[in-house]
């Protein structure tokens, strides 16, 4: 019995755990990029248009900022209206370097942000922190 087991059940166990561990790492990385991927047809609106600025909706929960990523239009202004419904993460502001954004975000409160992205390519914002909590728009 012991032979066999180190010798077929104990690589058949180390094949099933990094079978499952590389299953669980590839959907993460799926996600990601499918949402990445320009022009796919899966690509999904997020928000509304209000003469003519694109309003989107953000919240910060125990998740961190959503929905991200966000597809945006690059010259198309927008308006995130960003509520933190949290008080157990960090992510009490909003920082975006290339829009010289830095909001803070009280609690339960809508907070207004404003800007026109002006470049494509993904644009990452975040917490005060080095956006160590962080969400991303994808400017098409
Ligand atoms: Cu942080």
């Keep these: ?3 066999f087991f180190s010798r077929i059940i104990k690589p058949w166990l180390a094949l099933t755990a990094a079978a499952v561990l590389a299953g669980a790492s590839q959907q993460a990385c799926t996600k990601e990029s499918s ?4 022009g796919a047809p899966t690509a999904q609106e997020v928000g509304r248009r209000e003469n003519g600025v694109h309003v989107v909706d953000l919240a910060v929960t125990e998740k961190g900022f959503e929905p991200s990523p966000v597809p ?3 010259g198309e202004p927008v308006k995130l209206v960003v509520t933190r419904k949290t008080d157990l993460t960090c992510a009490t502001e909003l920082v975006m ?3 010289k954004i830095d909001t803070k975000l009280p609690l339960n409160t809508p907070v207004d ?4 992205p002006n470049q494509s390519g993904t644009l990452k914002y ?3 922190m080095g956006k160590m909590i962080a969400g991303t728009f994808v400017v098409d």
């Design 72 to 74: 945006l239009k690059k």
């Design 113 to 116: 942000i404003t800007f026109t």
């Design 1 to 3: 019995m012991r032979p």
């Design 97 to 99: 370097d290339e829009y």
């Design 35 to 38: 949402a990445k991927e320009p």
């Design 126 to 128: 975040g917490c005060a």
